[in-house]
């Protein structure tokens, strides 16, 4: 007996690991859960922070105003995600900094391993744990849809959703390889616990009880609200190199350097360049600008230039007095020294 018990536990736990961040929910439990709501013409935010693939997420939010938001730890789902939403986080959603408060639509597929490492993780089941820290993410009036197998919603699970959330309905998935259901709700602002609520959840819940399948409707039940698609914060700790060369390259500074670095093409109406007059040469060479080679051929030859500085005085007299005043003068002089090793002195 001891030994099937011992057994039946590790099959649980294979199957949990499987299923932790890999099944994904159904095309049709979407195409269901999306004839539920009526989404705003304006754009509103929809989150997801197990996201898998992103697939279900596209699936619930196609041809709406959406904009999505997704975190997945799984790096190779992660990059599929990546491409399905709007705003995409590498890591595990307790490695990213998100405002509270936030999200119009919340979808929560959990997972609930009971393999776990931490004291913490042993003392409440990461489904639980997962319901309790997301449901600060969802705004007050936003809409939570919350899917966790059926004989995980016991009534501690029950108890924090009434206590949390308005016009519940709960309904069965189509696809029973796991019993998932889905429960529904809108946050209120001050948390109440209304126990025939609970009783009434739990009722449905019974072994036995025949549960309503997600039915696909005409007229919408629930109404999403519009807005908050900007959250203030929603970053990761883990770096995706794609995603911060995107974000450098549509940055303002990224911009800026490029237009500090990059000639301005000349305007139309500047005069074209003139060629140099003889003293502007001479000014040139004289001031050094020119010093080293210059010329080709039999005409090459290195030039130095020299200016040196001179005092005239100049005495004036008159009846009464003696006039001495100083000029500054400037003497250019030029050495060259041709191909053949003659030296050349030019002076003014």
């Known amino acids: 007996m001891a030994a099937d018990n011992m057994k039946g536990m590790f099959d649980r736990t294979l199957r949990n690991k499987i299923r932790m961040g890999n099944f994904e929910s159904t095309e049709q439990d979407m195409l269901c859960l999306r004839s539920l709501f ?5 754009p509103f935010s929809v989150a997801d922070f197990c996201a898998g693939s992103g697939r279900a997420l596209e699936v ?22 990546r ?4 705003h995409a986080l590498y890591g595990g959603y307790e490695e990213c900094r998100i405002s509270r408060d936030t999200f119009r639509l919340f979808y929560l597929n959990p997972p609930y391993d009971t393999d776990s490492n931490t004291v913490e993780d042993k003392t409440e089941r990461k489904e639980k744990r997962f319901l309790r820290h997301l449901l600060l993410y969802v705004s007050v009036d936003g809409l939570l849809v ?22 519940i309905r709960v309904y069965q998935s189509h696809d029973d390889t796991y019993h998932q259901i889905y429960a529904i709700g809108r946050k209120r602002k001050e948390k109440f616990l209304d126990r025939n609520e609970v009783e009434r959840i739990l009722g449905l819940l019974e072994e036995g009880s025949d549960l309503q399948r997600l039915p696909l409707l005409d007229d919408p039940i629930y109404k999403v ?8 914060l929603f970053r990761s700790n883990r770096i995706d190199v794609d995603q911060l060369r995107e974000i450098v390259h549509h940055s303002a500074l990224h911009q800026k350097g490029k237009e500090w670095s990059t000639p301005k093409p000349p305007a139309l109406r500047l005069q074209p360049l003139l060629p140099d007059k003889e003293m502007h040469r001479v000014l040139r060479m004289a ?5 080293g080679k210059v ?16 005092v005239v005085t100049s005495v004036e007299e008159t009846e009464s007095e003696i006039i001495q ?24």
Request: hydrophobic share 30%; charged share 30%; no cysteine.
């Open 295 to 310: 010329g080709k051929g039999n005409l090459l030859h290195v030039l130095k230039g020299i200016v040196k500085k001179e």
């Open 83 to 86: 491409d399905r939403l709007s």
């Open 60 to 81: 619930l939010t196609q041809e709406t105003a959406a904009v999505t938001f997704g975190i997945e730890p799984n790096e190779e789902k992660y990059l599929q995600m």
């Open 225 to 232: 609200s519009p807005g908050n698609v900007t959250p203030k």
């Open 325 to 348: 005043s100083d000029r500054d003068t400037f003497r250019i002089s030029f050495k060259m020294v041709d191909r053949y090793g003659n030296m050349r002195k030019l002076e003014n």
């Open 38 to 42: 009526q989404f705003p013409s304006k």
């Open 287 to 291: 001031s050094g600008r020119l010093n």
């Open 146 to 167: 919350y899917n966790i197998p059926r004989g995980r919603m016991t009534s501690d699970i029950v108890k924090m959703l009434v206590a949390n959330l308005d016009d």
